[in-house]
């Protein structure tokens, strides 16, 4: 029996089965694609690989020594390329607002004890604590042996908005200066104070700041001026964990002329480094650095290496810089430039969703499309196995040429179909079924 002669749309067939290819095709790079881009825009998004250019750090006016160590932080900054903003602020109380206020720019600030917590701050951490920062009383001719002598003085306590004044208020009130309603307290920056002391009007001033405050120096050696003792030091850091108890040594100012001429019980919270929580790792890793490069000497009142510190004292240690006091800095900052160890860690993370996302799809993408291929190729065979019932109910051989032409039409669409080469055995046995059908249906 001669051959059936392909039918013109056999070609058809195979152009629609090719077009079904590369539908599914485009499909699947087009579902891919958007899998990979989602998986490195969250990678970004949650990971922030690149840090910014530029920060901003809140600082006491110029002249104060936290205004000397924002300096030093800019210019170990500025190494990394980094730009490091100084914003002066009028004191820590000013500062934690500022850093409490996301429009404000200010991302970190030097703050000592005793002027927020956790809960007042819960955006804020701590990167350690930094040094100590006396609260220095000085006295111009009162020799005040008891803290009741400061009643009925004109006492300066520092400005609205800085620790001294915060702090201060605190401290005199506890031992009943405010009680009788006698002195006359003056809210006077550390310079103003420092002019007016040492000219005689007024009695006493309340200083906070380093040892190395400019204005801490220049009223320790002043002719005239005296620094008072705290009396019940103890006292205080018992209910004022946040205190320390320190001790100026006698003759630290001035060895010649002996100054202080005697020892002297001071009390001092410790200065912590603050940032907002949603500073970018690496800024935060910087800072430790650069901490670790400016504090870890000695000083007065401590030894070298005792700072930066992993304490928490207001408010908890950040993540990284538990990380970083354990291990130091991550392993591509340690061991790169900074903005080498930030492009290297950019390119990790673009791989990320490469592996997580694109390579699982890859692995899964033939099997999904032998699935869909071998379901194409078996749906051909039910619809043959319907013609084939339906041949054996019509019991009849007369009037088949519709039947012919619908297994014609099957061929056709088995001809037109291209399958992977595992599956080509599978439609060479269905072509030769559906001839073997026809040649049934014509008996």
Do not use: C
């Amino acid at each position: 029996m001669a051959s059936r002669e392909p039918p013109k749309n056999g070609v058809m067939s195979i152009l629609k089965s090719e077009q079904v290819n590369r539908r599914l095709l485009l499909i699947s790079a087009i579902i891919v694609a958007t899998l990979t881009a989602v998986g490195i825009w969250l990678a970004f998004s949650l990971l922030r690989p690149t840090p910014p250019r530029s920060v901003a750090m809140a600082v006491d006016p110029q002249g104060s020594f936290d205004a000397e160590v924002g300096k030093r932080y800019r210019e170990v900054f500025a190494r990394d390329g980094i730009d490091l903003r100084l914003v002066p602020s009028v004191g820590a109380v000013d500062s934690i607002a500022r850093l409490h206020d996301p429009k404000s720019g200010i991302s970190i600030a030097i703050i000592p004890g005793g002027i927020t917590n956790r809960e007042e701050s819960p955006r804020l951490v701590s990167l350690g604590t930094l040094f100590y920062e006396p609260l220095w009383l000085f006295s111009h001719n009162q020799h005040i042996e008891t803290h009741e002598q400061l009643r009925n003085l004109r006492i300066s306590i520092g400005p609205e908005g800085s620790a001294s004044h915060k702090l201060a208020l605190e401290f005199l009130a506890s031992v009943g200066v405010f009680e009788q309603k006698s002195a006359t307290v003056l809210s006077l920056t550390p310079q103003e104070s420092s002019a007016k002391l040492l000219n005689g009007d007024i009695d006493a001033a309340v200083l906070m700041g380093a040892w190395e405050t400019p204005t801490v120096r220049q009223l320790l050696v002043a002719k005239d001026i005296d620094l008072v003792p705290i009396r019940r030091a103890d006292a205080f850091v018992a209910l004022y964990p946040f205190l320390n108890k320190l001790i100026l040594p006698a003759g630290v100012a001035d060895m010649e002329k002996n100054r202080p001429p005697t020892d002297v019980v001071l009390i001092a919270p410790k200065a912590s480094l603050v940032v907002r929580d949603d500073l970018h790792p690496a800024i935060q890793y910087l800072l430790l650095e650069a901490a670790s490069q400016i504090h870890f000497g000695p000083g007065i009142f401590h030894k070298e290496g005792q700072f930066p510190a992993p304490e928490a004292i207001d408010l908890p240690l950040s993540t990284y810089a538990r990380q970083f006091y354990k291990t130091g800095s991550p392993f591509l900052q340690r061991n790169l430039p900074f903005w080498l160890a930030v492009l290297a860690q950019q390119v990790l993370v673009l791989l990320l969703p490469v592996v997580g996302v694109l390579y699982p799809l890859l692995r899964v993408s033939p099997g999904i499309f032998m699935s869909i291929q071998s379901r194409r190729v078996y749906g051909l065979y039910s619809e043959l196995r319907l013609l084939e019932r339906e041949l054996a109910s019509a019991g009849s051989t007369e009037d088949h040429k519709d039947f012919i032409e619908r297994l014609d039409q099957l061929e056709d669409r088995a001809s037109g179909l291209w399958v992977p080469p595992s599956l080509r055995p599978h439609l060479y046995n269905l072509r030769l079924h559906i001839r073997w059908v026809r040649e049934e249906a014509k008996k």
